[in-house]
């Protein structure tokens, strides 16, 4: 089993890719800057990809040419937490660069890695739930996982006539960098439930959205 995760040089990104390589998957780590503990793992490590620009992507592309995927794990992500009283809308495009066209960049840029029974797991976030959001703020990263959301139903449609499928997944409210320390769940937990949903999950699923303790989600 050929795993891509994109992101995993941190937090869930980094479990994920301990979690696959313990398990004996073939995991191949994507990410802007390595790290000391995901240089421990063992596992084929790729830096220099920034999701957010097309031609990171493009060379990404290049060095996985010709290499099939069984998992491609979109797992990159930024957030800046924008309030009404503060729109910095520099940040806010950024968000989407990276959140929202960054996977669909990857998928247009490894489409032709993946083969029939291949599955494309995008970790959104239940903040972009437009039924869920009970709380407002965070502009940027809700709008970018609400945006992503539509981009994985769009993919979802798109690649089931070659037996690809896709999955929005949220891991739940992580303790990581990315939330500042902030969160109920630690990422080896995160990541196990993951793991589980892109497992349990197939091509009868595809275009659908999970907790990663297993409840589906609404839009």
């Not at 924008?82 to 809308?89: T, V």
């Not at 495009?93 to 490894?110: D, H, I, S, Y």
């Not at 769940?185 to 990541?191: E, G, I, L, Q």
Request: proline residues 2%.
């Amino acid at each position: 089993m050929r795993t891509v995760v994109i992101g995993a040089n941190r937090g869930i990104g980094l479990e994920l890719t301990r979690q696959l390589a313990e398990r004996g998957d073939e995991v191949i780590a994507i990410c802007r800057d390595s790290t000391v503990q995901l240089e421990s793992l063992g596992v084929e490590i790729r830096t220099g990809i920034d999701v957010g620009y097309d031609a990171a992507v493009g060379t990404l592309a290049h060095a996985l040419d010709g290499r099939e995927i069984d998992i491609l794990i979109h797992n990159a992500g930024i957030l800046t937490r924008e309030s009404f009283d503060d729109l910095d809308f520099g940040r806010i495009r950024k968000q989407f660069e990276v959140n929202t066209l960054g996977p669909l960049r990857t998928a247009k840029a490894l489409v032709g890695n993946l083969k029939q029974g291949s599955k494309f797991a995008i970790v959104s976030s239940r903040v972009g739930s437009m039924a869920d959001n009970g709380y407002g703020g965070n502009y940027g990263y809700r709008m970018s996982k609400s945006a992503v959301n539509m981009a994985g139903v769009n993919l979802s449609i798109d690649l089931k006539p070659k037996g690809i499928a896709v999955f929005l997944l949220h891991p739940g409210y992580v303790q990581t960098g990315l939330t500042g320390g902030l969160g109920d769940v630690m990422p080896d937990v995160s990541a196990r439930g993951l793991i589980e949903r892109i497992d349990a999950l197939g091509l009868d699923d595809t275009g659908t959205f999970w907790h990663a303790q297993g409840e589906q989600l609404p839009w």
